[in-house]
């Protein structure tokens, strides 16, 4: 009698203890549950912040929060993206990044705080952002081949902006000045859209800029476009020829904008982070604004981007090693 109570007891502890391990503990509250924060370590009206205030909305009305944007400048984009690999991986704090932030600036620093492909977890790269050279209305050069031989005829007397060392501005036009033999000044300013400003006020004569960032100053008639960087002509400036065409062949340029995540977020949340951009850029009217900021809308998966993140950063070390271009 006494075993046989004891064995009753202890099958019914067993029964307790399982239905208790089938019983669902609290219900995890859906991503996002809570608005968005995207550090874009570039100024407020960048190409890149267009693009990211752009997508951002979008985003946010599909999720049903806001994904709010937090320009943290300085250092050409060093200090936003540390605060970005250095946030918790819960899918709250994400990074609006270029391509010289990702893939420039690591062979530029000799001491890099973070590593671009094991400190963030790739979500989809957003749009190409199309560039073009732009000098002040009354400069004297209609086209590249005028600064080039403005650029021969007094060498290092032709100044030129750049959102910083290291920017994409400065890697352009080092590249330019390399390809074509010339020697100009490089003038840094504190971002983009103040390099666009300081060409504008004749602080300096040329700049290569992102479209997105110098439409405005375009369409207001303060800044003039000598040439686009893209193989065609762009459909926004028809008349506007290519540099390659108008003297330097075959010179190129263009960047990107992609969103990062910290390394170790979830690869659900980055996954969902993903398709939400995917459906943002599906809308026409989202594609419309980035078109007309002169941005190319692509989208990639996690795994795309994460190969052309590769594949450009190999690319642009043979680039600035050749160029010899230094953040000093």
Not at 4 to 30: D, E, K, M, R, Y
Not at 115 to 125: A, G, R, T
Not at 271 to 282: C, I, N
Request: aromatic residues 6%; glycine residues 10%; charged residues 15%.
């Amino acid at each position: 009698m006494k075993y046989t109570s004891l064995a009753i007891v202890f099958s019914s502890l067993l029964a307790a203890c399982a239905v208790h391990a089938q019983t669902p503990g609290p219900a995890q509250a859906p991503y996002p549950n809570k608005p968005i924060r995207m550090i874009v370590p570039l100024a407020a009206g960048s190409a890149v912040d267009n693009a990211a205030r752009i997508i951002a909305l979008r985003m946010g009305q599909n999720m049903g929060h806001a994904i709010v944007i937090e320009n943290m400048t300085g250092a050409a984009g060093l200090i936003g993206a540390d605060r970005v690999a250095k946030a918790a991986p819960d899918g709250y704090t994400i990074g609006g990044f270029n391509d010289s932030i990702m893939t420039m600036l690591p062979h530029l620093q000799t001491k890099m705080p973070w590593d671009i492909l094991k400190d963030f977890e790739p979500v989809s790269l957003v749009a190409t952002v199309e560039w073009g050279l732009v000098a002040a209305v009354d400069a004297p050069e209609k086209s590249a081949a005028d600064l080039i031989a403005s650029a021969r005829k007094a060498p290092g007397k032709v100044n030129y902006g750049s959102g910083g060392n290291g920017s994409p501005q400065h890697i352009a036009m080092a590249l330019f000045a390399s390809q074509s033999g010339v020697q100009m000044t490089h003038v840094p300013y504190k971002g983009a859209t103040q390099a666009a400003m300081g060409v504008a006020g004749n602080e300096v004569q040329v700049a290569f800029q992102g479209i997105a960032t110098v439409n405005s100053l375009i369409k207001a008639g303060k800044l003039k476009l000598l040439g686009v960087t893209t193989p065609k002509r762009m459909p926004q400036f028809p008349d506007v020829p290519t540099v390659a065409d108008t003297g330097l062949p075959g010179f190129e340029f263009n960047s990107w904008f992609a969103v990062m995540a910290p390394a170790g977020t979830p690869k659900a949340i980055v996954q969902t982070l993903s398709s939400e951009l995917a459906k943002a850029l599906a809308d026409p009217e989202t594609r419309e604004k980035l078109i007309a900021q002169g941005l190319s809308p692509r989208g990639t998966t996690p795994e795309e981007l994460g190969r052309a993140t590769r594949a450009q950063l190999t690319r642009y070390g043979e680039l600035i090693r050749k160029a010899g271009i230094t953040a000093e």
